[in-house]
Each structure stands twice: as structure tokens, then as C-alpha cells.
T-cell receptor, first 111, second 115 residues
């Protein structure tokens, strides 16, 4: 079945770049997403990438996709304390299936 | 535009009781998804409703059920509550067919505590 794996924790200093990694198993994944969850809140869509792209940039966020290795990463430039949250990677194939989420990476930003 | 709204925000129930959670999708969205977020387990897919029909179901026992109403709002029912049902239940909505493009929009969740 489909599976999405992420490391559970990441700690960075304010101003540094953060890189959150994700691997997935479904080779037919068509859409891949990054969501952010702040304490006590639901999930907020940060960005997404189609499987025919290998990079997408949106302000401080850069998404890299290596389809051959089934590896997705999210780079946050100039990380701020407000970026402290749990980041979820999710994938979906083009079929009639719901999003499959990883367990989330808790990003802690140290001032 | 109102986002996805869930009620109640918090719910405390006793083991063996039933819980009912409610969700109103974004106006125009026909699909509603339910996920369980238990501590340490990430988001586990529960149910997907579209146009009043159950489209897909996750690996949960039958005591987790739900429905979707003609106005596309949805209800999740959990019968015979167990302690391990304590979790944050998240509802999301999307436009069917384009859900894969823009992803889902999530509500803030209902925190269910079973004592």
C-alpha cells in the first residue's frame, strides 16, 4: 500500500535554512503536498508540486522532487520562530483515493 | 469566504458512549474527508463522502461511521467509544476532480477525549 515517511524532529537556529525530507512509495503519485500545522490548529496547505515538475519555488519555500528516488523535500529559507510547527508531506495518485499523509516533522526554531 | 467549520471544538465522553462530530465544508465543495490524528500516529484517513455517498473508507472498525447531507455538510459518528479513540478529528473539503490539484482545506478539528 501507499506509505509516506518523514523524520519526526528537526531543530534549526533562527535565520538558518530548514530542510524537511519525505519519501513515498507510490510510484503513481501525481500530486505531492506540504502542509503546516500550528499548535491547536488544523492543517494549512503550504504548497504543492505536480509529479512532472522537479522544483517549485514560492517566496521562502522551495520544493524539490526526485521522482526516481521518490523523495520530496521542503526548504524554508531564513527560518523564523513563527515557522515552528509540524510539517506534513502528503501524496495522492490520480485515482479515486484520498491524500496519504506522513507522520509529520516537528520543526523547532531556536532564537 | 468561510472556511471549513467543525463542531464542537472539544468533546469529552465516557467509554462506551457515542460521539457525534460535525463538519461544514467550504461553499461549493462537494467532497468531505475525515481524518483521525492520534498522538504519535500522524493523520489516519477515516472516511470520504461526496454527493451524499461514501467513496472510500480507511482501515477503521465499523463503529466509525458517518454521512453527508444534501447541503454537503457531514457528520462523523463513533459508537462504543474506547479510550484509544481519544484524538483530534480533522475534517477537510475539496472540489471533486480538482482535489488533487489544490489539495484539501482543513478545519481546526474536534478534540475528542474519552475517559
Amino acid at each position: 500500500g501507499e506509505d509516506v515517511e518523514q523524520s519526526l524532529f528537526l531543530s534549526v537556529r533562527e535565520g538558518d535554512s530548514s530542510v524537511i525530507n519525505c519519501t513515498y512509495t507510490d510510484s503513481s503519485s501525481t500530486y505531492l503536498y506540504w502542509y503546516k500545522q500550528e499548535p491547536g490548529a488544523g492543517l494549512q496547505l503550504l504548497t504543492y508540486i505536480f509529479s512532472n515538475m522537479d522544483m517549485k519555488q514560492d517566496q521562502r519555500l522551495t520544493v524539490l522532487l526526485n521522482k526516481k528516488d521518490k523523495h520530496l523535500s521542503l526548504r524554508i529559507a531564513d527560518t523564523q520562530t513563527g515557522d515552528s510547527a509540524i510539517y506534513f508531506c502528503a501524496e495522492r495518485n490520480s485515482g479515486n483515493t484520498p491524500l496519504v499523509f506522513g507522520k509529520g516533522t516537528r520543526l523547532s526554531v531556536i532564537a | 469566504e468561510a472556511g471549513v467549520t467543525q463542531s464542537p471544538t472539544h468533546l469529552i465522553k465516557t467509554r462506551g458512549q457515542q460521539a457525534t462530530l460535525r463538519c461544514s465544508p467550504i461553499s461549493g465543495h462537494t467532497s468531505v474527508y475525515w481524518y483521525q490524528q492520534a498522538l504519535g500516529l500522524g493523520l489516519q484517513f477515516l472516511l470520504w463522502y461526496d454527493e451524499g455517498e461514501e467513496r472510500n473508507r480507511g482501515n477503521f472498525p465499523p463503529r466509525f461511521s458517518g454521512r453527508q447531507f444534501p447541503n454537503y455538510s457531514s457528520e462523523l459518528n463513533v459508537n462504543a467509544l474506547e479510550l484509544e479513540d481519544s484524538a483530534l478529528y480533522l475534517c477537510a473539503s475539496s472540489l471533486v476532480g480538482t482535489g488533487g490539484v489544490g489539495g484539501y482545506t482543513f478545519g481546526s478539528g474536534t478534540r475528542l477525549t474519552v475517559v
